[in-house]
């Protein structure tokens, strides 16, 4: 979302402000601080960054995989369901290295 609104040069309060949330919550979805947005909101959001069709049903299904994905990991701690979340989120920018140092980090931790 981050560097669809850069394309356009526009704020999160102008996006925040067309897709009827607040700019709070704009901010940490871009931040990777909130797990994917209900359907219906990302589809303001998509209309608000002028998205293609196809990138508007591309948010929109990563938001709803996301979605389930949560439930699905409702029985987990909060703590780890939050990793989990951030995984998710965040998963395809991060190097190699740092998933190899998670990887390991967790294998230690099962030990």
Not at 20 to 46: F, G, W
Not at 47 to 71: C, D, F, T
């Amino acid at each position: 979302m981050y560097e669809h609104r850069m394309r356009l040069g526009v704020s999160q309060r102008k996006i925040a402000r067309a897709a009827e949330i607040s700019e709070s919550y704009l901010s940490e979805l871009e931040n990777c601080k909130r797990v994917a947005p209900p359907h219906a909101t990302a589809m303001r959001i998509a209309e608000a960054l002028k998205l293609s069709p196809v990138e508007a049903n591309y948010l929109s299904g990563i938001a709803e995989s996301e979605r389930g994905a949560q439930l699905h990991d409702a029985h987990l701690p909060l703590r780890i369901q939050e990793l989990m979340a951030m995984l998710r989120v965040s998963g395809d920018r991060l190097s190699a290295d740092v998933l190899t140092l998670i990887k390991e980090k967790l294998q230690e931790a099962c030990v």
